[in-house]
Nanobody, 120 residues
Framework: QVQLVESGGGLVQAGGLLRLSCAAS????????MGWYRQAPGKQRELVAT???????NLTDTDKGRPAIPRDNAKNTVYLQMNSLKPDDTAVYYC??????????????WGQGTQVTVSS
C-alpha cells in the first residue's frame, strides 16, 4: 500500500495563501501522476491540479497564477500553493497519486484529506 500524508490545512483568511504538502510512502517503485482534489460540502470531488513525474501540470484555475503544484520526486512529495483565497475555496483537500509498488500494477491512491476553511 501507499500512504499519503497531507499537512497544512486549517483556517485561512480570504485573500491569503494556502500551502499544502503531501508525502507518499510505502514500497513504491515509481509514482507517475500526483495531484490535489477537493470536495466542498454538498458538492462532488473536483480536480484542483495534477503534475506528472516529468513536471507536466494540469491546472484548473489559472486566473492570477493559482494554483501552483510543485513536486519533489526525490521525496515523493507534492505541494499545493494557492493565493487569493476565497470562501468558495473552503473544502476538504485530498492528495492523489498513481503509483507502482514493487511487482504490482499501477494503482490509484488517496490521502485522508485535510480541511481548509477560508474565512471572509
Amino acid at each position: 500500500q501507499v500512504q499519503l500524508v497531507e499537512s497544512g490545512g486549517g483556517l485561512v483568511q480570504a485573500g491569503g495563501l494556502l500551502r499544502l504538502s503531501c508525502a507518499a510512502s510505502g514500497m513504491i517503485a515509481s509514482i507517475n501522476l500526483m495531484g490535489w482534489y477537493r470536495q466542498a460540502p454538498g458538492k462532488q470531488r473536483e480536480l484542483v491540479a495534477t503534475i506528472t513525474r516529468g513536471g507536466t501540470t494540469n491546472l484548473t484555475d489559472t486566473d492570477k497564477g493559482r494554483p501552483a503544484i510543485p513536486r519533489d520526486n526525490a521525496k515523493n512529495t507534492v505541494y499545493l500553493q494557492m493565493n487569493s483565497l476565497k470562501p468558495d475555496d473552503t473544502a476538504v483537500y485530498y492528495c492523489n497519486c498513481h503509483a507502482n509498488l514493487w511487482g504490482r500494477p499501477r494503482s490509484n491512491y488517496w490521502g485522508q484529506g485535510t480541511q481548509v476553511t477560508v474565512s471572509s
